[in-house]
């Protein structure tokens, strides 16, 4: 879908002599490229960098590794079914539950021989990362977004910076990139690009490698914040590179209803918002076969800031190594921590699935006849709030190009009549959390539905994940 005046190139189009407009995309890559390229030959030809406020303090010392899970390796394969005989039960009736006895498998590496693998370089200290927000204003921010990216991935974080970042900075979040220790040879490069633009966590004592970033860094970021953070957030929002973000709208209808608003005295200020909620997640209904647990989908999920503190100390005593997501579970299951689930319908978050794109078209909007139930579709409606999978450049400034600052463009219309379609059919697959077996749900104290001894849905809220109408 082509846009005129598309609102990347807006600010370098008065640069231009081209007599036509030029295209987003060429105005965002050649941005990402020449940024990525100015980087690399800084850090193969400086020794040393300016002064950067804010870096040049003495470095803490790092802190070990996370412990490795006990000696005794759990047993390799699937988790098998529970035994309904296996549960004991609370004063309440409820099940006490506890994590499946196996070994996790974290993109087809078992956990117990990740924890073996010998660190490539050294893990020296960074000098201590700014956390103040690239905006000077003195508005209040109690929610943080921070994308999990590995540290050579400078291109797309360019892409994203110059796209949702830039395009809904006015709302009320910081914008953070999380990443782990890249090693000396891009000490440099990485100081370099925070000087730039002041937007990056490193979690030094973290080794970069596709392991580490798949298991424990999203609790170690949570320690991160716990332990360093100047700010102490409402929300904290942990997202995938891969994962574009309706910000605006997401801020409207997920977080501003779970907060109240803080007046100056006269009434006429905001000073600051407060959540009105704890101990709660808001994301994705996901569920594993293999691993045998119910958790929120990884590409995006929100947490309040009592879970931050929580699972850092819970990681403690129970040194959990598993998939990140599986991870968050098997440590509030041991925890014996509930947690309220507010739920990201497929029509607001959703893996975007090319092939149900319009025929004939360059556009992410979805053909007739979508199947928005799905976990996997195009774009469709107004609804939209995440959108996961853009792993392809042009895929992600596609999406760009149909958000604008207030959030997302209206939807054009179908075609009279829609071209041949000579593409791979859509599969529309069934969302993840219809698998969860009947006996992973409960009915809690308080009458709400409880899945996996942690979960809880928001009331009035069912197993098909809809709320129902009040009186019913």
């Not at 039960?89 to 924890?115: F, I, Q």
């Not at 490069?189 to 937007?199: K, M, R």
């Not at 360059?362 to 774009?379: E, I, N, Y």
């Not at 009458?447 to 098909?464: H, Q, S, Y």
Request: hydrophobic residues 35%; glycine residues 6%.
């Amino acid at each position: 879908m082509a846009v005129n005046r598309a609102w990347a190139a807006e600010g370098l189009r008065s640069f231009s002599n081209r007599p036509r407009p030029v295209p987003t995309r060429f105005w965002v890559i050649s941005l990402a490229s020449i940024f990525v390229l100015a980087l690399l030959f800084v850090g193969h030809t400086s020794d040393s960098l300016p002064s950067i406020p804010g870096l040049n303090k003495e470095p803490e010392k790092a802190q070990p590794p996370p412990p490795t899970p006990e000696s005794n390796d759990p047993p390799k394969g699937p988790a098998k079914n529970y035994d309904p005989e296996e549960f004991d039960l609370d004063e309440n009736g409820l099940k006490m539950w506890a994590p499946p006895h196996m070994d996790a498998l974290v993109h087809g590496v078992h956990a117990s021989d990740g924890v073996k693998r010998k660190p490539t370089y050294p893990l020296d200290p960074f000098p201590q990362t700014p956390m103040t927000s690239p905006v000077q204003d003195n508005r209040p921010r109690p929610w943080l977004g921070a994308v999990i990216c590995s540290a050579w991935d400078i291109k797309r974080r360019m892409l994203i910076r110059y796209t949702w970042m830039k395009m809904f900075k006015d709302v009320p979040m910081d914008q953070r990139f999380v990443i782990s220790n890249p090693g000396p040879d891009w000490r440099a490069v990485i100081q370099q690009e925070n000087a730039t633009f002041g937007d990056m966590i490193v979690l030094d004592h973290l080794h970069e490698d596709d392991f580490t970033a798949n298991t424990v860094k999203t609790v170690e970021f949570y320690r991160w914040l716990s332990d360093k953070s100047p700010v102490k957030y409402e929300f904290v929002s942990k997202m995938d590179t891969d994962l574009w973000v309706n910000a605006r709208a997401y801020w409207d209808r997920q977080l501003l209803p779970r907060l109240d608003v803080v007046k100056s005295a006269d009434g006429n200020t905001v000073t600051g918002y407060k959540a009105n909620v704890n101990h709660t997640t808001i994301g994705q209904f996901y569920y594993d076969n293999y691993h045998r647990t119910a958790f929120p989908h990884g590409a995006i999920y929100t947490v309040t800031w009592d879970i931050v503190n929580l699972l850092p100390k819970l990681q403690d005593k129970h040194h959990i190594i598993a998939g990140e997501d599986v991870t968050m579970a098997w440590l509030l299951i041991k925890g014996h921590q509930k947690v309220t689930m507010a739920i990201l319908t497929q029509e607001e978050k959703f893996e975007f699935d090319h092939k149900d794109t319009r025929p004939g078209e360059r556009t992410p909007w979805a053909r007739k006849g979508t199947d928005v139930t799905s976990s996997w579709h195009a774009m469709y409606g107004s609804k939209i709030l995440a959108i996961h999978q853009l792993k392809k450049d042009d895929d992600w400034l596609m999406v760009a190009e149909c958000f604008d600052e207030r959030g997302i463009k209206e939807m054009p219309p179908y075609p009279e009549k829609e071209p041949e379609d000579k593409g791979e059919k859509p599969g529309y697959p069934r969302p993840f959390w219809t698998q969860i077996p009947n006996d992973f749900w409960e009915t809690d104290v308080d009458g709400t539905l409880l899945c996996n001894g942690i979960w809880k849905l928001e009331p009035g809220v069912g197993r098909d994940m809809k709320k129902k109408p009040e009186g019913e």
